[in-house]
């Protein structure tokens, strides 16, 4: 996690010091997938548990509350999010002993936000705190939350402990429990403007920035992470059939690509689409201006319902992407089923 507020979240933490003085028991912190939610409520956190904060609502970084914070161990804070999350982070500064017990698993890492997590919160929140101040429980994603554990967590928030604030963070309000969401004060965090986040990829040192950035819709994180993550190639592969659709092409690039994770790849076939209606429409091109021939002449023939139709089963496989039966036959009904609206 980063120490310090990327600069485009400057005016929200100026905003939310005026929760500070009647502090919520919750905040559902949400936005953009790839925009910081998750640093800034972490930041926030340590913030909460300094014990010399700055006139600017800043932790002091100096305390003893503030160096348990930065270890990790504090005793009163408590983190909840998905064990493949946990296993990724991990994975950016394991020791070789930590690297030998994990290659030892065998199960995958579940995505979801157990109950088995939610319950383990209860010794934690009916103990009396170790600095005489607050505790504090971030979990995100909250859209990570099974069914279990979202009611469990409920439960908690109907009640919640004295002295206790939980920080959530969420990229999509509409996949929570409206339930949960009336017991939380919501905290939007915005889009940094396309400048503000060129400027710091630019400075993160990552070549052709404003195209990934704008390839991941201005989220500049999302950006960086595609980015190192060593799937450009495949991501080319596939807007090559989708600039020229056709059955032999989607069947080869099926057979290509059935190794890739497909979440990415249906988002870049969602985030193509939205560019073939917005050109369509408005002549205007969001994700891929270096394709603008390619989606002028494919906008030029494709029928607006059969396009719409496209839009709907892109978001359905969107969906299932994760879990597919067979990767290689998902795609090739993916890209069979694009090539046919496109005809």
Known sequence: ???????????????????????PHAILFHGAQGIGKADFIEHFAQALLCENVRPDGHACGACASCGWFSQGNHPDYRRVRPEALEDEIADEGEGEGEG????????????????????????????????QGLRVVVLYPAEALNTPASNALLKTLEEPPPGTVFLLASNSL????????????????PMPSHEQA????KGQGLNDADSWLREQGGA???ALAQSESGGREETEQLLQVLANPGVEAALKAADKLQKAPLAPLVASLQRW???????????????????RRELEALAGRINVSKLMAAIKAANERRAIAEHPLSPKLFLEDMLLDYASNCQ
């Open 174 to 189: 509409d996949r929570l429990l409206p339930t949960i969401l009336s017991r939380c004060r919501k905290f939007s965090l």
């Open 273 to 291: 689409l939205y560019d073939l209606f917005s050109i369509k429409l408005s002549g205007t091109v969001r994700y891929y201006p270096r394709h």
């Open 198 to 201: 060129l400027a710091w990829l």
């Open 100 to 131: 030998a017990k994990k290659s030892a698993k065998s199960k995958t890492p579940s995505k979801d936000i157990k109950i088995e997590q939610i319950r383990n919160l209860a010794d934690f929140m009916n103990i009396s705190t170790h600095r």
């Open 220 to 222: 500049p994180l999302a």
């Open 1 to 23: 996690m980063t120490s310090q507020l990327y600069p485009w979240q400057q005016d929200a933490w100026l905003q939310l010091q005026a929760l500070r003085p009647r502090m």
